[in-house]
């Protein structure tokens, strides 16, 4: 028997934190009866406003990884697989990937509007098939940055740990939890 209605892990942990990041506009979370590629669909309080986006949950791969150093200044490091095709046919305005850490009480959430996601991907990571491979990691507290890890050396992984890291391409930390929240905000006040 097919189910009616089904929504994974992202999604859920996504309509349930909308509203707390969002907690000044009130907003409305729908959930699309028919799969078109959006995930969900967030309103403001009047719903005269919208935004669609696209949910990707990953697995935290850090208890695997064999580096001490940076395991312990890492909240989670996810790994998510993306169709370039479906990106850039995709209509949703965002894309919100959830790294849900082992040791962490809450997941963190990359909101990055699909057009600088689809720039920040050109040329990179991509199979024969048209996959797009990324790592996204969050650091701990002090530091509390986001950084795309695949295929990164060394040197860069121990200045990840210290905090010392530069890359603006790998940087996704402006788009990291109340950071990305606050461009979707822009988008529902218009």
């Not at 491979?133 to 740990?161: G, P």
Request: glycine residues 4%.
């Amino acid at each position: 028997m097919k189910p009616l209605f089904t929504i994974h892990a992202g999604e859920y942990l996504v309509g349930l934190h909308v509203p707390k990041y969002l907690k000044a506009l009130k907003p409305n979370v729908w959930i699309p009866a028919k799969d078109t590629g959006i995930d969900l669909l967030v309103t403001d309080s009047s719903n005269q406003h919208a935004v669609s986006l696209q949910v990707k949950y990953g697995k935290d791969f850090l208890p695997e990884m064999k580096k001490p150093d940076l395991r312990r200044s890492l909240r989670c490091r996810s790994w998510f697989t993306l169709n370039r095709t479906k990106l850039n046919k995709s209509q949703a305005q965002f894309w919100v990937f959830v790294l849900r850490g082992f040791e962490s009480d809450a997941p963190d959430f990359v909101v990055i509007p699909k057009t600088e996601l689809q720039q920040r991907m050109k040329g990179k990571h991509t199979s024969e098939r048209g996959t797009l491979q990324i790592y996204l990691c969050s650091t701990k507290e002090k530091k509390n940055r986001c950084w795309e890890m695949r295929d990164i050396r060394r040197e860069a992984e121990r200045q990840i740990a210290e905090g010392t890291y530069k890359d603006p391409v790998r940087d996704f930390t402006k788009y990291l939890n109340e950071a990305g929240w606050a461009a979707i905000a822009d988008r529902l006040k218009r």
